[in-house]
Every structure is written in structure tokens, then in C-alpha cells.
Nanobody
Framework: QVQLVESGGGLVQPGGSLRLSCAAS????????MGWYRQAPGKQRELVAA???????NYADSVKGRFIISRDNAKNTVYLQMNSLKPEDTAVYYC???????????????WGKGTLVTVSS
């Protein structure tokens, strides 16, 4: 069993900032990567940002220069610092972890339940 605890969503005005956190726990041997995805009403889920165990990062073009993803490997926690937020950033943000339950398992994906971010004046 794996648990992902997400926090940090809420309502913010355009131009404001929010910080999302996602802590993974449970039957985890190793984590390959952690990331954040988002899904706006009527749209498909899309990658926002991801970070590997070696701290290599990947960002959606729409958030480059505004969002920063970071990770605390000791705590199995990933953070998403969101700055200069725009109304189009409004979405449910989902945490994703790619992990192995044991040294012999294949890499598996696990999703959080999501946290709502609303950018509105």
C-alpha cells in the first residue's frame, strides 16, 4: 500500500503564489520520479512538472519560468512552487509517483486524489 498526501491548494488572486506538497509513504523501496499533473474542467490531464531521483526536471512550456519543482528524497516529498499564477492555471493538481515496491519489482505509478487550485480575482 502506498499513500500520497497532497496539500497546499486553494484560492489565490492572479499574480499570486501557492506551494503544493506531496508526501509519499507506505510500501516503497525506491522512487524513480515524482511529479505534478493537472486537469482543468473539460480538458485532459496534463503534465505540469516532474523531477527524477537525480533531480532532473521537466516542465510544461506553459509553466516554465513560473513554477519550480523540488524534492526531498529523505522525506519522499515533492514540492511545486507556483508563482505568477494565471486564471488558466486553475485546475485540480494531482501528485504522481513512479516507484518500486521491492528491488525486484517493475516501476509502478501511483496517483494522489488531487488538490484544487483556483486562480481568480
Amino acid at each position: 500500500q502506498v499513500q500520497l498526501v497532497e496539500s497546499g491548494g486553494g484560492l489565490v488572486q492572479p499574480g499570486g503564489s501557492l506551494r503544493l506538497s506531496c508526501a509519499a509513504s507506505g510500501s516503497i523501496f525506491s522512487i524513480t520520479a515524482m511529479g505534478w499533473y493537472r486537469q482543468a474542467p473539460g480538458k485532459q490531464r496534463e503534465l505540469v512538472a516532474a523531477i527524477t531521483s537525480g533531480s532532473r526536471t521537466n516542465y510544461a512550456d506553459s509553466v516554465k519560468g513560473r513554477f519550480i519543482i523540488s524534492r526531498d528524497n529523505a522525506k519522499n516529498t515533492v514540492y511545486l512552487q507556483m508563482n505568477s499564477l494565471k486564471p488558466e492555471d486553475t485546475a485540480v493538481y494531482y501528485c504522481n509517483v513512479a516507484f518500486k515496491a521491492t528491488a525486484w519489482d517493475s516501476v509502478m505509478d501511483y496517483w494522489g486524489k488531487g488538490t484544487l487550485v483556483t486562480v481568480s480575482s
